[in-house]
């Protein structure tokens, strides 16, 4: 094996957690390389992001790489079941900071940001996979191979490890445990739309709950040049049951929800199905001497809400600062200063998740008697502003949320006459 390649800071995975952290610590002069098993540009699940993620790709110096991108506008979130509609709107909320983001082709969008920090300095490797690794504080190390199948190490002062559903150190060093949430599973596709109703808000993503199963629900995320990402999210036992392959699976259920059936018609699917499953993850820890966990390397939780990309960004844009300033000759608590309050937010969403599939949170959505303060609290955390104390959502989400599905209950059972 060649040896001793070196560097300030070895980032492993070239997704959105592992280009912002390169591109915020390439512009401070530090020297990175970013390790990447595939070929950009790829394709990714995780299209509809979060205005949150604005704030996040301003800091890192990646916005203007992404504005100039031909890619969806996005102001909120609907949601339909039944003949029920609810639209939230991102631009009435609580906390303050962008209202609107975008949904995008992950392929384009992630060459964009990675070749972002590339243009601020990082150095990427392509096709190059990372297969082993020693922690170390000061001088944790990698072993590299890449496309030829040639071994060589790279020594680091740290590492990032923003490798995803890869979960590179996570494995490596133990850390992985299981997620507490239930093992799902994804099928989607993406189609030219075709849609002509015009009552259709382009502009939001549209979340479905299946008629009657429920624990079953769907995503419709528009792009750009009318095409959209498609999904159905359920156990895996059901959706195996609905047809021969996944193909047939995918378009049984969209059929199955009223207003996905008529809104896609005609629409065309133009790559084949995929298929994900038990991708809710854990560690046990965060950080470890001389690494830390960004992103989907560390914890994920659900694609309901959409905040997964949000996650990873914010984890780098926390991670980063605190590399620099090690790397200084600082003392850092990693747990302090990086694990705990990176958590709070991630537990914020968790309380969102678990009343989504309680049941509690489409009760909340779909109440059509809402105060409107409430409402722009809830707005805000589906935007992705799961660390701001401020709101009550956060500082609390799991009283505030009981209590408010238990007055959204007596609300609609009144209202419907239902018992
Ligand atoms: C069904 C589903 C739908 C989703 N929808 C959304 C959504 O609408 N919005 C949203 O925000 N999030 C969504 N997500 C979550 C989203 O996909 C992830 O949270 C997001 O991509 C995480 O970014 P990341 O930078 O952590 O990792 P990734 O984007 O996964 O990037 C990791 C990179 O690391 C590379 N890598 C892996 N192993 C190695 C290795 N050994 N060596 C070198 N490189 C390696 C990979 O090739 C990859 O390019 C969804 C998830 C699922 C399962």
């Known amino acids: 094996m060649k040896t001793h390649d070196t560097t300030d800071v070895a980032i492993i995975g070239a997704g959105p957690s592992g280009a912002a952290a390169a591109a915020w610590l390439a512009r401070r002069g530090i020297n990175v390389r970013v390790i990447e098993r595939q070929r950009f540009p790829r394709f990714s699940i995780g299209e509809s992001l979060l205005p949150q993620c604005m704030v996040h790709l301003e800091a890192c110096g990646l916005l203007d790489a992404v504005q100039t991108g031909d890619f969806q506008f996005k102001n909120g979130a609907a949601f339909t079941w039944r003949d029920r509609y609810a639209a939230i709107d991102f631009r009435d909320k609580f906390s303050p900071g962008p209202g609107t983001t975008w949904q995008v082709e992950r392929a384009d969008f992630d060459q964009r940001l990675i070749d972002g920090a590339r243009q601020a300095g990082a150095s990427v490797e392509f096709e190059t996979q990372v297969e082993a690794f020693v922690a170390d504080h000061d001088r944790p190390s990698l072993t590299l ?21 890869g979960r590179v150190l996570a494995r490596l060093t133990g850390l992985a445990r299981p997620s507490t949430l239930e093992s799902r599973c994804a099928l989607f596709t993406h189609i030219e739309d075709r849609i002509d109703c ?33 999904g159905v999210v359920g156990d895996r036992a059901t959706l195996e049951a609905a047809g021969v392959d996944d193909n047939e699976r995918l378009w049984h259920f969209l059929h199955a929800e009223p207003r996905l059936n008529k809104l896609l018609a005609n629409a065309k699917a133009i790559r084949d199905i995929g298929r994900l499953e ?27 809400f959409s905040s997964g990309v949000t996650i990873a960004l914010d984890s780098a844009l926390r991670a980063a600062p605190l590399v620099e300033r090690q790397l200084a000759g600082e003392k850092i608590d990693w747990d302090s200063q990086f694990e705990q309050p990176l958590r709070r937010g991630i537990a914020t969403f968790r309380e969102f998740v678990d009343a989504w599939y309680d049941g509690r949170l489409p009760r909340i959505i779909f109440n059509d008697q809402q105060i409107p303060r409430i409402r722009e609290m809830i707005s805000s955390v589906l935007a992705g502003y799961a660390w701001d104390e401020e709101n009550p959502f ?9 209590s408010l599905a238990e007055a ?4 609609s059972s009144h209202a419907t006459g239902e018992g």
Do not use: M, T
């Not at 956060?394 to 009981?402: G, T």
């Not at 959204?408 to 609300?411: F, G, L, R, V, W």
């Open 145 to 165: 191979v890449d496309a030829n199948g040639e071994q060589r190490s790279l020594q680091a002062r740290f590492v990032l490890d923003a490798s995803g559903y």
């Open 198 to 230: 015009s009552h259709y808000d382009r502009d939001k993503i549209l979340i479905g709950l299946h008629p009657e199963h429920s624990g079953i629900w769907y995503w419709l995320i528009p792009f750009s040049q009318g095409r959209a990402s498609v």
């Open 278 to 304: 038990g991708y809710s993850a854990d560690v046990e820890q965060l950080h470890g001497p001389g690494f830390a966990l960004l992103g989907n390397a560390g914890e994920f939780l659900d694609p309901v």
């Open 394 to 402: 956060v500082a609390a989400s799991r009283r505030r949320l009981h």
């Open 408 to 411: 959204c209950s007596d609300i």
